[in-house]
Structure formats: C-alpha cells, structure tokens
C-alpha cells in the first residue's frame, strides 16, 4: 500500500518560516510528481506547488518567491520551503504524489497525505 507521511505543519508567526516534508513509501515504480496543495476553511483545495520527475517545477501566484518546492527522488520525498509566511497562508496543507505502482497497469495514480495544520498569526 502507497503511503504519503506528511510532517512539519505548526504555528508561527507572520514572516516567519516553515519546512514542510512528505514522504512516499510502499510498492512504488516510479513518482511522475510531487506537490503540495491547501485547503482554507470555506475554500477550495488550490495547488501551491509542483515538482515533476524532469525537474521542472510550478508555483501558484500568490507564494511564488517566498516558497521553494525541492525532490529528493532517492528518498521518494517532497519538501515545501515557506518563507515571510502571511496568515492568508493558513490552511491544511495536503502532500499529492501522481505515480505508478510496481506490477500496476495504470502510470499516473493520484495519492494524498493526510494533510498538516499550517497555521500563521498576524
């Protein structure tokens, strides 16, 4: 069974920084990609990053300087670098990983972490 362990969610205040971690254990072929999402109460869940397998990486508007997305693909995990955190930055933060399984059929499966609390004062 896939698993995705998320770590590194707390409080801190405003301009302050979080390292977020996610990794990905079980009968993995092969990671096409690795991101982080949110989800605000009230609100939609939103992509904040992405990391594919070539390298190329993707950030939403609204954090894009202030938050780093990194893969070490030897350890199947994602990191989320937060930086001059901003209260609109709180939310439940979900690790996804888009992947294959070994001995599947299906190349691009979608696994969700169990999400963590990112909380940040004003």
């Known amino acids: 069974q896939v698993q995705l362990v998320e770590s590194g969610g707390g409080l801190v205040q405003a301009g302050g920084s979080l390292r977020l971690s996610c990794a990905a254990s079980?009968?993995?072929?092969?990671?096409?990609?690795m991101g982080w999402y949110r989800q605000a109460p009230g609100k939609q869940r939103e992509l904040v990053a992405i990391?594919?397998?070539?390298?190329?990486?993707n950030y939403t508007d609204s954090v894009k300087g202030r938050v780093t997305i990194s893969r070490d693909n030897a350890k199947n995990t994602v990191y989320l670098q937060m930086n001059s955190l901003k209260p609109e930055d709180t939310a439940v933060y979900y690790c996804?990983?888009?992947?294959?399984?070994?001995?599947?059929?299906?190349?691009?499966?979608?696994?969700w972490g169990q999400g963590t609390q990112v909380t940040v004062s004003s």
């Open positions: 996804n990983a888009n992947l294959r399984r070994r001995g599947s059929f299906y190349y691009n499966e979608n696994y």
């Open positions: 079980g009968p993995i072929f092969s990671i096409n990609a």
């Open positions: 990391a594919m397998s070539g390298g190329s990486t």
